[in-house]
């Protein structure tokens, strides 16, 4: 590899002042005597102080550390996505068992009420069982449905501080 080729792929580090002292060293002295690297090291430098002023948080000015910050983002928002996606599963597991374990306690409830009301009405008092026991499902799920999303907005909330 020539000594031109090797300056050249470090053209775009050193406009991002990314390079070791040593290799800014041979960029510079390369760039001195070779047109093709002057332009081109030229035209990185607005690219590298537009990427430093974008208004993503980023540990240092350099272009790697920035390429790592990205990267580092890009895995936070997967792993948000993995996190939502468990909190669905619990609520819907929940409210599964909220569910099952309620049937039998209305069945129980109902059953005892409505016998002291209308006991000749059994027909009716079933139906009554059903309709308290899937509005209170419904109930069930809907916190379950504004807890998930009260976790998720407050979770993104605490991302943007960080
Ligand atoms: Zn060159």
Not at 6 to 11: A, M, N, S
Request: with cysteine; charged share 20%.
């Amino acid at each position: 590899m020539s000594e031109h080729d090797k300056i050249r792929e470090l053209l775009a580090l050193a406009a991002a002042d990314a390079l070791t002292s040593a290799e800014e060293k041979q960029v510079a002295e390369h760039v001195r005597s070779c047109i093709a690297c002057s332009n081109e090291l030229g035209a990185w430098r607005p690219i590298a102080s537009e990427l430093r002023r974008l208004p993503t948080p980023q540990p240092s000015s350099g272009l790697v550390q920035a390429t790592l910050a990205r990267a580092a983002a890009k895995h936070t928002e997967q792993a948000e996505h993995d996190w939502n996606r468990r909190v669905m599963i619990v609520v819907v597991v929940f409210a599964w068992l909220l569910t099952i374990a309620s049937w039998p306690v209305f069945q129980v409830v109902s059953g005892h009420f409505g016998s002291l009301l209308e006991p000749q009405f059994s027909h009716t008092q079933f139906s009554h069982t059903w309709i308290s026991f899937a509005a209170f499902t419904a109930l069930g799920w809907l916190a379950g449905g504004v807890a998930a999303v009260m976790l998720a907005v407050r979770q993104r909330g605490e991302r943007r501080l960080a």
